[in-house]
């Protein structure tokens, strides 16, 4: 049963994926990444941790997908992109790719996790929450500044001095 | 002679009246009666008096209610059962509709108007059912250049994400379709699948009043789901758990809402705000942009979409009864069941056949029903109230309200809540349990 939901997911996920890279319309490109996004979320469902699914698709399928969305439906396509097109890069993506994914494969198969134990227990969140706030925490800390900075440099960039209109003001 | 049928002859109608049979008989035979049996093969029967139910036994036993009553309780407590009718969608939508007809009474009498009047005779109360028979029977327009495959999809996907909510939501102990343990994560997970629903079909209908009303829909939603997030999260700070059920069960002796006031508050606007009503429903502003985003959808497109607004209503508004409210909890007010009906049963008509065990829920069951139900009534009531009395505010004033004012809002109360955790007074081992 497993077997077939995870072949059916890896399908979906795979499919989509290529599809959000080939498609030309960028709507479509878009929402099968968004599905991409939805079948990662699937397989944390089958590894029995339902707290990252959910963040999965809360973070990417619920924000930063609308965020893409949104930047596709608004900004005219040739300030987004200046495509290129040419066979040769094409085939040189597609190796790099099978390169890369030989490469990992290697190293997976050769550190010796060849075998998964499927009896073990749901992963509790209150468990990674007490790891987060004890071992952890200099991880936690370390990420807290990153997003603080990266929010305090996004609101630099973002800030533009408006010219005051009488009318609106509140 | 009739126009339609020139060449009508009799026995040429009772012939064919017989090939249709011949054909029907046929193809049950050699296509239906090998899909059932492929299906009984695959479904897991359930036992009940300790044999197995096959479609023929429970063909005999439907003539004995004494022996019918069994494989009632068995489907009452099938996943099929909860999905389709109580906890799940069928509740769900009856309550829905009984809402739409009660927004429209309630807001007329509230504005001294009258409402509906006329279908039904008594106060208009069939006016719902013309409202739907009307749906069903118009026409499906799509527009000649929208993106067809998205718009067809859009109101299925939208009605399909509110289903999904409203599975989340317990209704009394044990009665929940869907009841994992990071129930409230999977809240913010579904809710945030509408904002890409509701720009997908706007963008597909191709129409300038639609795209304007997704755009604001879309900015209004992303904003309010920040302080909606953060205000539930003083409730898990205070509770320990994300399971909706836990939480409930939580509330035995004091609501959370005597905790988290301020909490309670930017929920509640921030339901507003997400269910696009008065006095934020610039996506639909019907006096500015059409209908918004719904402005292309006709016939029982628009009638699907609705329907999910309601459920979504309803499942919002379960959500505060469940995280603010207490949930099923209240004093038990379901008269007790006599224990002469449980073992002897009750006696029908003249020949008085006995029906043993014939209580079909428990009164644990029915009396949370019932206080879910009340408090469910009474806030989404609370809901519709600004229809009546509020206009509608400018899209700067509700992203203001929503960026700044809501998220420092809900931030106090979990400051509130962490204080009230750490003090040793309430959560996880505190003073009061």
Redesign the interface.
Known sequence: MVDAVFLALSVLTIGSAIVALEIRSLIYGSIALMITLSGIAGFFLLLDAPFVAMFQLSVYVGSVAVLILFTVMLVRRELIFNKIEDKRRRYAGIGLMLALMLGIGMIIIGSGIKSMETNSPTVDYQKIGKDFLTYYSPALIVMALILAASVIGALALARREDITNDQRVN | MSTIAPQFRFSRFVGSLFDIIFWILLLFSLIGLPIVFIILFYIKMPLVNHQLLTPYLAMTWMADPSRTLPIIKTLLHTTFFHVVAFPGFGFAALLAAATIFIERKFLAKIQLRVGPLYCGKVEGILQLMGDGLKLISKEIIIPAKA?KP?FWVGPLLFLGTAAAFVSLIPVAPGWVVAN???GL??V??T???F??IT??TA?AANNKWTFIGGLRA?HQM?AF?IPLILSLLSIVILT?T?NLSQIVESQQHYWWIIFAPISAIVFFICIIAELERVPFDLPEAESEIVAGWLTEFSGMMYGLIQLGTYLKLYAFAGLFTVLFLGGWNGPSVWPPLSPDLITNGITIGPITAKIAGLPLFDQEMLNGTLWFVIKTVGVILVILLPRGVFPRIRI??LL?TGWYKLIGLAFINIFIALGLLYAGVLGPGGLIQ
């Open positions: 993106d998205i994992p343990s990071v994560l999977a913010f997970a809710i945030g699948f904002p890409i720009v997908l963008w879309l992303i789901e320990g994300l700067d004033m203001h």
